[in-house]
């Protein structure tokens, strides 16, 4: 069986599960895209609804980025919204800002909505997606010593196989369980369990690797050997249920 070398720790190891946003894929070249549109989008919508005028830096806490002076987001709570919520969700949370600005309920998701698929046709257009430092070469190393691997994801089945296509690196994975795959999503461990299944591994030979504590608390739930998580800045207080945390992939290693 390949072993794991995280650091100090070495792990016998037969499949790795993965994030996908934050883990494989830069988060804030692709969801920070698509974040500017929608917020300046739903901006250009409360300016007309009201006597002010809303731009999309003024609506920083909505998804949880920040800003700089000229409104480009420049970096995200990896314990927030845009990190975190499913699609369904985040609808909700840009709904609620034109409900309460008094936009009826099934108005504001429907405007959300339009904003949201025009800003994701941009996305497509340019095909945004950026892969994490040292993936490429860590999945090649993966591939090295025959493991399955997996991706557990929120976002859904289509818009992951496009980002996963976008980076190509689809070809890695033998199971892509997304939440529309799914009845109960992150942190429930039923994404871990299915990807499992369709891998035909066994949790206990199983390491996950994410940014979120929601990954680590589905590790967790699913019985997996370990849980490793992904902190380029180096903070931990966003993933307090990871066994072990890692600035990148330069600190794994694997060997037969």
């Not at 895209?33 to 919508?45: I, K």
């Not at 840009?94 to 698929?117: C, D, F, H, M």
């Amino acid at each position: 069986m390949p072993v794991l070398h995280i650091n100090e720790l070495s792990v016998p190891v037969s499949g790795i599960l993965f994030d996908k946003d934050g883990t494989l894929l830069d988060l804030l070249a692709t969801w920070g895209s698509w974040a500017e549109l929608v917020l300046e989008g739903l901006g250009s919508q409360l300016t007309l609804m009201g006597s002010r005028p809303v731009t999309g830096a003024d609506l920083a806490p909505v998804l949880g980025t920040t800003h700089d002076a000229s409104g480009r987001i420049t970096g995200y709570d990896p314990a927030g919204p845009l990190s975190m919520a499913t699609a369904e969700e985040s609808t909700g949370i840009l709904a609620w800002q034109l409900y309460t600005a008094g936009l009826p309920w099934n108005e504001a998701v429907t405007r959300v909505n339009a904003i949201s698929k025009e800003a994701m046709n941009e996305l497509r257009r340019r095909r945004t997606a950026v892969p994490m430092p040292g993936v490429l070469p860590f999945l090649e190393q993966c591939a090295a010593v025959s493991l399955k691997l997996g991706v557990v994801t929120s976002d859904n089945l289509s818009t992951t196989r496009e980002h996963l296509e976008w980076l190509g690196i689809s070809g890695y994975f033998g199971a892509v369980i997304t939440r529309d795959r799914v009845k109960y999503g992150k942190p429930a461990p039923e994404m871990a369990e299915k990807a499992c299944r369709e891998l035909e591994l066994r949790p206990e030979d199983t390491v996950i690797i994410g940014d979120s504590n929601a990954d680590m608390q589905l590790g967790r739930g699913a019985g997996l050997r370990l849980a490793v998580g992904i902190s380029p800045d180096r903070r931990t207080d966003h993933l307090l249920d990871a066994d072990i945390v890692v600035s990148g992939y330069h600190a794994l290693r694997l060997t037969i």
